[in-house]
């Protein structure tokens, strides 16, 4: 989908079901949930993301905005946890290849071994969504908004899936939400505007 959709619909475009089988030709190395370290500097963290939303909010030279937005999913993205980079890195990778089941085995395990991890139930939420699993995707994307309100991408994908399936009025709340979290998602600012043109900017 969009740029800042890579957030929730898989990186350049956010009740799930088990995972697919790893694929038989590679099978991942076992991991032991036990040796994974907690999440660090959490308090850190949120304070960061306040400064980062605060200079997004204030900025409009358009090449600081682009630094700033990639500062947020770069801090989203930053478990805080090796075992845990390292699976969504397998992750990731299988997502770009396609490779669909597999990326939900590795995503699978980071929910469950870190469930307070947004970026790993986001990630979910896109492969669901690539798998044309609506429903999970949409699950997905309300546990990342639980723990991350602020979460401008998994807004947009919630916001494209309204479109997919014709909840027009949830679509534009889900588009508008977002951009006043990120008034510079131009991308977004065009589905709204064509959403709206469609729709005669009504509420229905």
């Known amino acids: 989908m ?11 475009l956010a009740v799930a079901s088990p995972a697919g089988p790893l694929l038989a030709a590679e099978t991942a190395p076992s991991i032991d949930a036990s040796a994974t370290p907690a999440i660090a500097g959490q308090q850190s963290r949120a304070e960061r993301l306040d ?14 905005v682009g630094q700033i937005e990639d500062e947020i999913l770069d801090t989203w993205l930053d478990s805080g946890s090796d075992t845990v980079d390292l699976l969504m890195d397998w992750s990731l990778q299988a997502m770009e290849r396609k490779q669909y089941p597999r990326a939900l ?26 798998m044309d699993d609506y429903g999970n995707s949409i699950a997905d994307i309300g546990k990342v908004l639980e723990l991350e309100p602020r979460h401008f991408g998994a807004l947009t994908g919630l916001g494209v899936i309204f479109r997919a399936i ?3 009025d949830r679509a534009k709340a889900a588009f508008r939400a977002a951009l006043a979290l ?6 977004v600012r065009e589905e709204l505007d064509s959403l709206e043109d469609e729709t005669g900017g009504e509420e229905t």
């Not at 969009?2 to 350049?12: E, I, M, Q, Y």
């Not at 139930?121 to 492969?127: D, G, L, P, Q, Y």
């Open 2 to 12: 969009f740029r800042l959709c890579a957030s929730c619909l898989a990186v350049a």
């Open 51 to 64: 400064a980062l939303f605060a200079s997004l909010a204030a900025e409009s030279d358009p090449d600081a």
């Open 105 to 130: 085995d590795f995503l699978d395990r980071i929910v469950i071994m870190e469930p307070d991890y947004v970026e790993g139930w986001n990630k979910r939420a896109t492969v669901h969504f690539l």
């Open 166 to 168: 014709g909840e027009d």
């Open 182 to 187: 990120d008034p510079h998602l131009k991308n």
